[in-house]
């Protein structure tokens, strides 16, 4: 095996001194490329255009690595740049939405000087059918409120009841919930009537007045206010308006139905009316 090598090794080695002296002797004469040499150029010179383009490809490569690496860093840059100004533009937001929050409530303050109140937010709100109830972000740890407490919004719109209170929030009913309730006036009308919830107008965002003494001076957009009564409520907040009088499936009574003022799907903070002067 070794002699074969030997030998196959010895045949190219004096193949390519036989080229070389040709090359050399055919340039020895003429003093310019000799046939031999012009051959063997023809035979490189593919190669030496396939190395060159190989070479432009890497330096082009190279350059495309390299702007590559730097819009890299410059991404990088602009993300942190982004993110900074993203978190002030949020800090500002926070900021400002806490000033409108306190300027309502100064406002609602000045206005109903016997009220104390406490600011809240909404965090939840129930995903049942058969209720409609919210959770604020106050309880018992860092508020003063109590169950039975009245939720209004900063113009003064009724929103609900406090029902439960715990340690770091509190659940409330809305004003819809078919548990909700309170004594109230109506322009036209004299003597009080009762605001309640139905389970069939909750599903349609809508409450009712009920024990209307003369139905027939209820009109639809008659404005329907706490009549202060019955301790629950202050008087002047406003629950809504009236759409229509009808009547009761059994036929016996007329009642109007309500859409609250305030629209509780758009609610995000509200105020809970811990204190007030009861009027009789």
């Given at each position: ?14 193949i ?14 003429t ?21 060159a ?28 740049r ?23 409530l ?46 209004i ?17 509190s ?7 078919t ?28 409450l ?6 003369d ?61 007030f002067?009861?009027?009789?």
């Open positions: 095996m070794k002699k074969i090598f030997s030998r196959k090794t010895l045949v190219v080695v004096l390519a001194l036989v080229v070389a002296l040709a090359a050399v002797i055919s340039m020895v004469g003093g310019r490329p000799g046939f031999v040499t012009s051959a063997v150029e023809t035979v490189l010179k593919p190669v030496k255009s396939a190395a383009a190989v070479a432009g490809t890497c330096e082009k490569l190279y350059g495309y690595m390299h702007d590559y690496d730097r819009l890299i860093e410059e991404n990088a840059a602009l993300r942190a982004l993110s900074g100004a993203d978190r002030e533009a949020r800090d500002y937001d926070a900021l400002e939405e806490e000033n409108v929050r306190l300027r309502e100064l406002g609602l303050s000045r206005n109903n000087e016997s009220y104390e109140f406490e600011s809240a937010s909404i965090i939840a709100w129930s995903a049942s059918s058969w209720d409609s109830t919210f959770t604020i972000n106050r309880g018992s740890a860092n508020s003063d409120i109590a169950a039975g407490d009245p939720v919004t900063s113009s003064g719109c009724v929103v609900g009841l406090v029902r439960t209170v715990s340690s770091g929030s659940v409330c009913v809305s004003l819809i919930d548990t909700f309730a309170a004594s109230v006036d109506l322009d036209n009308v004299t003597g009080s009537c009762s605001a309640v919830g139905d389970y069939s107008l909750m599903r349609r965002g809508k009712m007045v009920e024990y209307i003494s139905s027939n001076r209820v009109f639809a957009g008659d404005s329907v206010i706490t009549s202060g009564k019955g301790g629950l409520f202050p008087a002047d907040l406003l629950l809504g308006y009236v759409d229509e009088v009808t009547t009761t499936s059994d036929g016996q009574n007329d009642v109007a139905v309500v859409t609250p003022a305030v629209s509780l799907d758009d609610l995000l903070y509200v105020y809970v009316i811990t204190d002067s009861m009027t009789e």
